[in-house]
């Protein structure tokens, strides 16, 4: 993930399952606006688990989602992401 690739990197190595909670959690905080109280209307969650997923993100990425920077460096990097895995896929098929 740009912004932070050491970081992020941590994030994405992560269980297949973990990781795909934790993006689906912050692609839908995003999209709600960074409301926690809507992620967990949209996901069907308690407010607990969303908010043990964000302070999860923040201890991966080391950036706090109270910091426009950080949100802005996350978020590209989330709309990155589907390139950069296609990317991967296509060079680790031809190998």
Do not use: K
């Not at 990781?19 to 959690?25: A, D, G, K, P, W």
């Not at 905080?29 to 923040?58: D, M, P």
């Amino acid at each position: 993930m740009p912004g932070g690739d050491q970081a992020s990197a941590r994030l994405l190595a992560l269980p297949y399952d973990e990781r795909t909670r934790l993006l689906e959690t912050l692609e839908t905080w995003f999209g709600a606006g960074g409301s926690a109280a809507a992620t967990c209307e949209r996901l069907y969650l308690h407010a607990n688990s969303v908010r043990y997923r964000l302070r999860r993100i923040e201890e991966l990425t080391g950036r706090p989602l109270a910091d426009p920077a950080a949100v802005r460096d996350l978020g590209a990097a989330l709309e990155a992401l589907p390139m950069l895995t296609s990317r991967t896929r296509a060079r680790d098929g031809a190998e």
